[in-house]
């Protein structure tokens, strides 16, 4: 079992920058490819970022256009988003999620093992 955990989320003004954490806890957090989703007002969920259990590869949502970096924490049990240039189209709430594969974290539908609980972001214009 792996718990996660997201924090990092708040109130942000458009251009600006916010970064999240997403902390594991539980089985060995390095054995999980990460990733991060998020879910707008009234939107489905979508895929935001993933990155790879030894963190040689990233994947990124179309939408993202340069603006988030995603990466693991040098403990290895936190991963994070970093997220530049928000707009008020970046307001959702961002969920962590995990999976033994990056594969299975970007493919559509995803495949997820386990999600955090999610922290909000919004963007104010």
């Known amino acids: 079992q792996v718990q996660l955990v997201e924090s990092g989320g708040g109130l942000v003004q458009a251009g600006g920058s916010l970064k999240l954490a997403c902390t594991g806890s539980g089985r060995s957090f390095s054995a999980y490819a990460m990733g991060w989703f998020r879910q707008g007002p009234g939107k489905e969920r979508e895929f935001v970022a993933a990155i790879s259990r030894n963190s040689d590869t990233t994947a990124y949502g179309d939408f993202v256009r340069g603006r988030f970096t995603i990466s693991r924490g040098i403990a290895e049990n936190t991963v994070y988003l970093q997220m530049n240039g928000l707009n008020a189209g970046d307001t959702a709430v961002y969920y962590c999620?995990?999976?033994?594969?990056?594969?299975?974290?970007?493919?559509?539908?995803?495949?997820?093992?386990?999600w955090g609980q999610g922290t909000q972001v919004t963007v104010s214009s």
């Open positions: 999620a995990a999976n033994t594969r990056i594969s299975s974290l970007h493919n559509s539908p995803p495949s997820i093992a386990y």
